[in-house]
């Protein structure tokens, strides 16, 4: 039973939830726009915006907001929207979009400049009506703008307004919140793993989202480059979910992943190691004598390492000897420090009585 300890009191406004769980929203926004990336285009971590995606001729600008309450043309949020695109615009000479993308619903401005429509809802519209347009722009000039972006409000064909300012910008609201994303990522990753030449198990390729999660937050945090490709993501999905063959008998023999819901080895079993050419005479040596050795010092034992050189079958060894005795395999192949504690840790949590 746990003890009941009432939480120390505190004042709201210097609690850091909303903040954290900002920031957790941004994250898994980056990685479903990580996993959709197309070929030729990388995803830039807090480089322009909360993140880009970026190609030799293109840009899109992305700012993520997770709050409540309503996102109207006359609030700061979307002035600071509007400077932003204009400021990348006029930085880059690749084309540029840029989406406000929040939780937030739209709202009505004060004044209703509209005659009784919200802001955004009109600005849509001016994407092809051409009075929409004229209103929205007529709106704009009186607004706390850059002033280049008010002369070219004045000055250019509306044409032109709608073209470089309206087309370009994107008005995101009532974005699904976290819990959604995070199916939306868990869809992707069963899709990836269903178009494998082996296809990967769902429960299998669904646990890589956390691991995608930790590389969007540290890439994020480094100096730079703070990006992503999607051939990074490739790799990442094959690592965190393919058993790898040891060099001596790579090219002989494909590791299956077994879905079964005990996770239990079936290192041996019929079915296990497939064929894929010439003969697997040297992969199925059982050598008993050594496997029974190895058994016997880790039943004795809290911790045995097997040490050898590249390609001498410490990870078919290690997976004969735990065939027997309701073994778990951790597959540590390619991973850092971090990496390991944190499988280490879950595999504590799941084994644990």
Same mark, same amino acid.
């Given at each position: 039973?746990?003890?009941?300890?009432p939480?120390?009191?505190?004042?709201?406004e210097?609690q850091?939830?909303g903040?954290h769980?900002? @920031?957790?929203?941004?994250a898994?926004?980056?990685v479903?726009?990580?996993?959709?990336?197309?070929? *030729?285009e990388?995803?830039?971590l807090?480089?322009?915006e909360?993140?880009?995606?970026? %190609?030799e001729?293109?840009?899109?600008?992305?700012?993520?907001?997770?709050k409540e309450?309503?996102?109207?043309?006359?609030?700061?949020?979307a002035?600071?929207?509007?400077? &932003?695109?204009w400021?990348?615009?006029?930085?880059?000479?690749?084309?540029?979009k840029y989406r406000?993308?929040?939780?937030?619903?739209?709202?009505?401005?004060?004044g209703?400049?509209?005659d009784?429509?919200k802001?955004?809802?009109?600005?849509d519209?001016?994407?092809?009506?051409?009075?929409a347009l004229?209103?929205?722009v007529?709106?704009?000039k009186?607004q706390?703008?850059?002033?280049?972006?008010?002369?070219?409000?004045e000055?250019?064909? @509306?044409?032109?307004v709608?073209?470089?300012?309206i087309?370009?910008?994107?008005w995101? =609201?009532?974005?699904s919140?976290?819990?959604?994303i995070k199916?939306?990522?868990d869809?992707h990753?069963?899709?990836?793993?269903?178009?494998?030449?082996?296809?990967?198990?769902?429960? @299998?390729?669904k646990?890589?989202?956390s691991?995608?999660?930790t590389?969007?937050?540290?890439?994020?945090a480094?100096?730079s480059?703070?990006?992503l490709t999607?051939?990074?993501?490739?790799?990442?999905f094959?690592?965190?979910?393919?058993?790898r063959?040891?060099g001596?008998?790579?090219?002989a023999? &494909?590791?299956?992943?077994s879905d079964s819901?005990?996770?239990s080895l079936?290192?041996?079993a019929?079915?296990?190691?497939?064929?894929?050419?010439? =003969?697997l005479?040297?992969?199925v040596?059982p050598?008993?004598?050594?496997?029974?050795r190895v058994?016997?010092?880790?039943?004795s034992?809290?911790?045995?390492?097997?040490v *050898?050189?590249?390609?001498m079958?410490k %990870?078919?060894?290690?997976?004969? %000897?735990?065939?027997?005795?309701g073994?778990?395999l951790? &597959?540590?192949?390619g991973?850092? %420090?971090?990496q390991?504690?944190r499988?280490?840790n879950q595999?504590?949590l799941?084994?644990?009585?």
């Amino acid at each position: 039973m746990e003890p009941s300890v009432p939480h120390p009191e505190g004042q709201e406004e210097r609690q850091a939830t909303g903040t954290h769980g900002g @920031i957790v929203y941004q994250a898994w926004q980056a990685v479903y726009a990580w996993l959709r990336l197309s070929r *030729g285009e990388v995803l830039f971590l807090e480089h322009a915006e909360d993140f880009d995606v970026a %190609s030799e001729d293109s840009v899109e600008g992305t700012q993520v907001k997770r709050k409540e309450g309503e996102l109207s043309l006359g609030r700061e949020a979307a002035r600071d929207a509007i400077t &932003n695109y204009w400021q990348l615009r006029t930085d880059e000479d690749r084309t540029v979009k840029y989406r406000h993308l929040t939780t937030e619903s739209r709202g009505f401005e004060q004044g209703d400049p509209f005659d009784g429509r919200k802001g955004l809802d009109v600005w849509d519209d001016a994407r092809n009506r051409g009075e929409a347009l004229r209103v929205i722009v007529d709106y704009l000039k009186d607004q706390d703008l850059p002033k280049d972006l008010i002369a070219f409000l004045e000055s250019e064909p @509306i044409e032109r307004v709608r073209n470089e300012l309206i087309l370009p910008i994107h008005w995101d =609201t009532q974005a699904s919140g976290g819990e959604k994303i995070k199916e939306l990522v868990d869809e992707h990753l069963i899709e990836h793993g269903q178009r494998q030449r082996k296809p990967v198990p769902p429960r @299998i390729s669904k646990q890589v989202a956390s691991s995608l999660f930790t590389k969007v937050t540290e890439e994020s945090a480094e100096e730079s480059p703070r990006r992503l490709t999607f051939a990074d993501f490739a790799d990442l999905f094959e690592r965190e979910t393919m058993e790898r063959v040891p060099g001596g008998t790579r090219g002989a023999a &494909n590791v299956y992943r077994s879905d079964s819901t005990q996770a239990s080895l079936q290192t041996g079993a019929p079915g296990f190691l497939e064929l894929v050419e010439g =003969t697997l005479l040297s992969a199925v040596v059982p050598r008993t004598n050594l496997v029974q050795r190895v058994r016997e010092r880790a039943d004795s034992l809290p911790l045995s390492a097997l040490v *050898g050189s590249s390609g001498m079958g410490k %990870s078919t060894l290690a997976m004969l %000897s735990a065939e027997e005795g309701g073994w778990y395999l951790i &597959n540590f192949q390619g991973k850092d %420090s971090g990496q390991i504690q944190r499988l280490l840790n879950q595999a504590t949590l799941r084994l644990s009585p």
